[in-house]
């Protein structure tokens, strides 16, 4: 049964003996995944039964800041009140250029001023934060990174992922895509610890690509993977639930998958339908207006995790086709 924050309340249960790692980086629209953290997951089984909540924001980002960082306060205030630790954003949250080049222009490090509000609004607020992608600045001019940041209740940034996978494609009935004329892409596949999981970080089109996701489960342990989005609408009606299922399925963790919604400019359009996911393929968080702004929340049942993987234990075999270096 789909969620939505309005109508339902919902309740996870915490069952790991993780420490949240400090987690080395590079630097110390409308809904976002948000996590209240002491800094430690415990095993001890009072604190393990407590109830862990996310939300996953669906949002249009246009081409200026301040619009875009009003909606996503709001939209953080929302996941509070409604007792979310943990807050995902899609892809371009903060920005999406109108024309040719706005987006290199813009980009900063992560330690400018544009990525510095969120922190502070992550602190302010005390929730974690999901922001993927972020437009960072490249190597040149000429270039940025697409990075996925992850920053803790104390406005920290924990750790990022810049996107592997890089969106060069002449969409059937639409427009011709190349993200590699102006995006460097990333190199690093990249997991961190949270007070709600093990958190595997990825970006929009890096969805089509399984085996990113088959090593954050099997070689990096992950157990929710976030796959911030801006889909374009032809793809994402044919493929976007599909995909996200799938990953789930395969990797028997949760996916979060937040999404860019409706018409930005004149040029482009998204998809939208924000979907959370659990390890069976399950739909259990999902807005009933697929390009709405707004979130939908959902528990991270790890009891639900454990028992998945224990009555289907794909990862033995996956260890050891992984250790034998046996490609896809």
């Known amino acids: 049964m789909p969620f939505c924050l309005y109508n339902c309340r919902f309740y996870v249960h915490l069952k790991s003996n993780r420490t949240l790692l400090l987690c080395p980086t590079r630097h110390v629209r409308s809904r976002s995944l948000t996590v209240q953290s002491s800094g430690i997951i415990s095993s ?16 249009t980002s246009i081409n200026e800041l301040a619009a875009n960082f009003a909606t996503c306060s709001r939209l953080v205030k929302e996941a509070v009140a409604a007792g979310a630790k943990l807050v995902c954003f899609p892809e371009s949250f903060s920005f999406i250029a109108a024309k040719d080049g706005e987006s290199v222009k813009l980009a900063e490090p992560l330690d400018g001023p544009i990525m510095q509000r969120y922190c502070l609004l992550a602190r302010e607020s005390g929730i974690w934060l999901s922001l993927g ?14 990075t996925h940041v992850i920053i803790d209740d104390s406005g920290n940034i924990r750790s990022s992922y810049s996107k592997i996978h890089l969106f060069d494609v002449d969409v059937p009935g639409g427009r011709v895509y190349k993200e590699s004329s102006f995006t460097e892409p990333g190199k690093d596949i990249v997991a961190v610890d949270s007070p709600v999981g093990r958190l595997g970080l990825s970006v929009c089109y890096d969805l089509r690509f ?5 090593q954050l489960r099997f070689q990096h342990e992950a157990q929710i993977l976030l796959v911030p989005s801006a889909f374009t609408t032809i793809t994402g ?5 599909i995909l996200l299922r799938a990953r789930a399925i395969e990797t028997q963790c949760y996916v979060i998958a937040a999404a860019q919604a409706g018409k930005h400019n004149e040029k482009r359009e998204s998809y939208g339908d924000t979907l959370i996911i659990d390890p069976w393929g399950t739909v259990v968080g999902r807005l009933p207006d697929r390009i709405s702004t707004g979130i939908t929340v959902a528990d991270i049942d790890f009891s639900l995790i454990d028992s998945v993987r224990a009555k289907i234990p794909i990862a033995k075999v996956n260890s050891t086709l992984f250790n034998s270096r046996i490609r896809d």
């Open 133 to 146: 992608g972020f437009q960072e600045k490249g190597s040149d001019d000429a270039h940025l990174r697409n």
């Open 210 to 214: 399984p085996r990113l996701y088959q």
């Open 237 to 241: 009606q044919a493929h976007w639930e």
């Open 44 to 59: 001890d089984p009072a604190m393990a039964s407590n109830p862990v909540r996310v939300a996953a924001v669906q949002m």
